[in-house]
């Protein structure tokens, strides 16, 4: 057998153009190898690119809609179909044959807690208010409803029944801030209120135009029973927002900072703005319906500073008659749903009317004692969520003042 001679191979002309042929057809093959490498690397990384780029939209998306401030209980729909607020416009069975004689919805509320026996003083408040300005709520604190029923305006109004309620147990528990997030003010008013001298309008031009987001029409001072003088009204005054006295305790003058010499108002007939009320009504007690110490806190929810926010309008007056109202029962009604509270025929005391002491029942020395007791709770309350809450900063805690209530 004969060995294989490389040299000899190599002289051959056949097997050297062979040779050279081998190697042209390897290096082609290497040169498609690189070549359709770069390419599939190439589209490899832009395929990476493009699923980075997904990936980074969908873990964007995700961040905001986990942001994204939503009810809880809302999570399953789809945000476009959610109504978070809601009004107290009365709305039509069917829009073709019913014709709605308040189309233009109201923009203020009036809320009054009522019983039967003040029947004519409640419809000369609800009169003063247009009707294309402002929707009427009544809270019936006596069950009493029907007998409403003839007044003009009755069918418009919101009537709601709650049996010996006071208004701020109605107002925690119907006044909702998303309720009535569409009224810019809320007017909560007691029954016992003359208003000859008072034009809601004109109330309404004023505290916008004095920034006031609490307020209250200032009282009579001839005419009315006036608790504390900060609410008297004050001749050829637009409006006030302190009161100035210097003898006795409580003194207040130009250095105090704090209610009840500035920055307050008393609660049968408070006027709130929209922002005010989503404050204050959180800060209303479920348990606590006569609300008594509220009116010490309400400058927390002036959105801004209490001593420039709210105040007691002078132009625009109403007459506080200090009418009896819970806790006068006839005898033979303790039992009943109906309570029937005495009244006035007119507006002064002297003329009140009222049944015989041997047939009725006066438990409001029980319901100021009640008040006093809820009051030093609510206080207490307060002094407990304040030391408890590390996260709160008081913007009144360096506040000065010497008065006390």
């Known amino acids: ?13 056949k097997s050297r153009s062979c040779l050279c042929s081998l ?19 190439k589209e490899y990384k832009d395929r990476l690119s493009r699923w980075e ?21 809302s999570e399953a729909l789809p945000q476009g179909i959610m109504v978070n607020t809601s009004n107290l416009e009365m709305r039509p069975l069917w829009s073709d044959t019913v014709k709605n004689g308040n189309p233009a919805p109201s923009a203020n509320l009036l809320a009054v807690a009522v019983g039967i026996k003040q029947k004519e003083i409640v419809d000369q408040i609800v009169k003063k208010f247009p009707s294309r300005d402002f929707i009427v709520m009544l809270f019936h604190y006596d069950g009493i409803v029907d007998e409403w029923r003839d007044l003009e305006w009755s069918d418009r109004a919101i009537h709601v029944s709650a049996v010996n309620q006071t208004k ?37 031009s004023i505290i916008e135009d004095e920034g006031l987001e609490i307020s209250q029409p200032a009282l009579d001072p001839v005419k009315s029973e006036v608790h504390h003088q900060i609410t008297a009204r004050r001749r050829n005054s637009r409006s006030h927002r302190r009161i100035y006295k210097f003898k006795g305790s409580g003194r207040c003058d130009d250095r105090s900072t704090a209610p009840p010499c500035i920055g307050w108002v008393e609660m049968m007939a408070p006027v ?51 009418l009896p109202i819970l ?46 007791i809820e009051m030093q709770m609510f206080r207490k309350r307060w002094e407990n969520a304040v030391k408890e809450d590390k996260c709160w900063v008081d913007p009144y805690q360096q506040s000065v003042n010497k008065s006390t209530h």
């Open 1 to 13: 057998m004969k060995s294989f001679n490389c040299a000899s191979a190599v002289s051959d002309p």
């Open 23 to 41: 190697f042209v057809v390897a290096s082609l093959i290497c040169g498609a190898y690189f070549i359709s490498s770069g390419f599939i690397a």
């Open 53 to 73: 780029a997904i990936n980074m939209l969908q873990n964007s998306k995700f961040e905001m809609c986990k942001i994204r401030c939503r009810p809880p209980g």
């Open 168 to 204: 701020w147990w109605f107002a925690k528990r119907f006044l909702h801030p998303d309720i009535v997030a569409e009224y810019k003010y809320i007017f909560l008013w007691d029954e016992d209120l003359g208003v000859d001298n008072f034009d809601p309008r004109q109330y309404l």
């Open 272 to 322: 709130f703005s929209r922002a005010a009320w989503r404050c204050a009504w959180y800060m209303i007690q479920n348990d606590l319906i006569h609300a008594w110490g509220l009116d010490m806190q309400l400058g927390y929810c002036a959105q801004g500073d209490r001593m420039k926010n709210v105040g007691v309008v002078d132009a625009q007056y109403i007459v506080h008659l200090g």
């Open 327 to 372: 806790g006068v029962m006839a005898e033979n009604e303790l039992n009943s749903t109906e309570v029937n509270i005495t009244q006035r025929e007119q507006f002064s005391k002297s003329e009140a009317l009222a049944p015989s002491e041997s047939h009725k029942v006066d438990n409001r020395p029980e319901v100021r004692r009640q008040s006093f």
